[in-house]
């Protein structure tokens, strides 16, 4: 038995270390293709459609294989809402959000925030970015860490010590364009990895077991059994962060015109179709064989064990390894790129390109170790992790991005307030809910808290700011008027059915929709009166 542990131990990690080690090459190579500021943060704006397209899929498609896997094996085929709800939010993205973002040559939200509002907008946007970042890779690196433990026998937070400084390695060099060419390379390994995932499950339970699970369990073909509440808040939460997604928004801008990037996009989506369904797939292969463990993530590795010889779980453990650095390589090196040049670098007062790529080098050093303490203070649920990090960083940034694209009336102070106080609520509603992962206090997910105390401070604080300089407009008065008509119906459905909506966890964002409804009406309804 100890012989089979160290064969699967070593296919394993010389698999992982091996492929690394080429990733870092491809990363020193593509080091030459950027030298400058340009070059470094966005690969000179030269991405075609299926440059882009790898990114993405990288990107999204591999941080919802590992959220679809893990849920499935608890709740099955209701997991792939998740999986809908993030292709929803790109497919926003490409159609509505990607000219904009383009033309404004945005390479981070926190760097689009520092331009309009001044340098201490800038640090705390990309203080509060850069701490978020690294929630998310710790959320999919913990895939290949359960892997690791469960090959190896290493305790689960010496895993992902391992696995974040593999990360680190070959991610310092390059810059973008090291991530444009190391994502085709993960793509690539996730359909090997899918192959041979398919093949384990057609060895046991195989396509007759899998057939006679769902038919005397139906619950794992409910399109609900998750709950209503998760479900809505994952399409809210994606819809909302489209605004949002930096990460995303630097590979895709990446791209030589809009249209590029926009069927690079569309092809993302074609291509998260399969990580969607095996996601499911597998989960409910792993629970038919061992039903009774607290995590899908480690029930897995365990189930590929017991049915795939060394070689094989050595590809499939590769193919985790390809998924978490698709999502995480990005992440870390994007909040890097906040700290980096819109923190550390307007700290310094510095300019030089060269300056913020080294600032931005040793960010990913400081993210790096961020990392690593997160994963010591939570590793049993890898999706909490996904969900606190939007919880901090949208409370803090939601409102600012949008009046920084659509409203000039906001100010500077308006703006600093917002980020200070969305992000303390949204924390602070966290800590009342005993930072529990599906209960929540009075039964509102923080989110909706941080976001709308976010809106109220931004909008409050800037009407009164310029008080003697807002002129009020009635341009759009069928638009206006549209929203008005729903925010009293949604005001009218809030205040019949307050208790069920209450019940269902739903009030929160009932209440969050009032808010940020009067938020469009305020943009609609008020300018600056320009004195000439």
């Known amino acids: 038995m100890g012989e089979t542990i ?172 090291a991530l444009g060419y190391t994502q085709i390379l993960n793509v690539i390994v996730s359909f090997i990895m899918f192959g041979v995932g398919f093949y384990a499950l057609l060895i046991e339970p195989g396509l007759d077991g899998l057939a006679n699970f769902v038919t005397t369990h139906p619950e794992y073909l409910s399109p609900d059994s998750i709950g209503l ?75 590929l064990k017991s049915v795939l010889p060394p070689p094989l779980v050595g590809i499939f453990g590769l193919g985790i390894w390809a998924c978490a650095l698709g999502w995480g390589a990005p992440c870390q090196f994007s909040g890097a790129t906040s700290l980096g040049k819109d923190v550390l670098g307007k700290l310094s007062s510095n300019d030089d390109n060269m300056t913020d790529i080294r600032y931005t080098k040793i960010s990913l050093l400081v993210l790096t170790l961020l990392m690593i303490c997160y994963s010591l203070l939570r590793s049993e649920a890898s999706a909490w992790w996904n969900v606190f990090a939007w919880v901090v960083r949208n409370s803090a940034t939601f409102s600012p991005v949008i009046a920084a694209l659509f409203w000039p009336v906001a100010t500077k102070r308006g703006v600093i307030y917002a980020m200070i106080t969305g992000f303390l609520s949204g924390i602070m509603w966290n800590y009342l809910g005993g930072w529990d992962i599906i209960h929540f206090y009075l039964n509102i997910h923080p989110i909706w808290i941080g976001m709308s105390v976010n809106i109220i401070f931004l909008v409050c604080i800037s009407l009164w700011d310029n008080f003697s300089n807002i002129k009020f407009k009635l341009k759009k008065k069928k638009t206006i008027l549209l929203f008005i008509l729903g925010f009293v119906g949604l005001l009218t459905l809030g205040v019949n059915h307050w208790y069920m909506l209450y019940i269902k966890g739903l009030l929160g964002l009932v209440s969050f929709s009032l808010i940020f409804i009067s938020f469009i009406l305020v943009i609609l309804t008020t300018e600056i009166n320009l004195k000439v």
């Not at 159609?95 to 331009?115: A, P």
């Not at 998760?230 to 909302?240: G, L």
């Not at 792993?286 to 993530?297: M, R, T």
């Open 6 to 177: 160290n064969q699967y131990a070593v296919w394993f990690l010389g698999m992982a270390l091996v492929y690394t080690l080429l990733l870092i090459v491809i990363g020193r190579k593509a080091k030459k293709l950027a030298q400058d500021d340009v070059g470094y943060f966005s690969g000179n704006r030269n991405f075609g459609a299926w440059h882009v397209a790898v990114c993405i899929t990288g990107l999204f498609s591999g941080s919802s294989f590992v959220a679809i896997l893990e849920l499935s094996y608890n709740y099955g085929l209701s997991a792939i809402w998740y999986g809908i709800a993030e292709s929803l939010h790109v497919f926003i993205i490409a159609f509505f959000l990607l000219s904009s973002f383009r033309e404004k040559l945005v390479v981070t939200i926190s760097g689009l925030i520092g331009k309009k509002y001044g340098e201490l907008a800038s640090i705390i946007s990309g203080l509060i970015t850069a701490i978020t970042f690294p929630m998310w890779s710790t959320a999919t690196a913990l895939a290949f860490a359960s892997a690791l433990h469960v090959f190896t026998g290493l305790s689960l937070h010496l895993s992902v010590i391992f696995t974040a400084l593999l990360l680190f390695l070959y991610l310092r060099s390059g810059g973008m364009w």
């Open 229 to 303: 509440q998760k479900i809505i808040v994952w399409f809210a939460t994606f819809i909302i962060n489209t605004f949002l997604a930096q990460a995303c928004f630097q590979m895709a801008t990446a791209c030589k015109t809009v249209e590029e990037g926009r069927k690079g996009l569309y092809i993302a989506l074609i291509l998260d179709i399969f990580f969607m369904i095996f996601g499911v797939l597998f989960g409910m292969a792993a629970v038919i064989k061992f039903p009774y463990l607290d995590k899908g993530l480690v029930a897995f590795p365990l189930y």
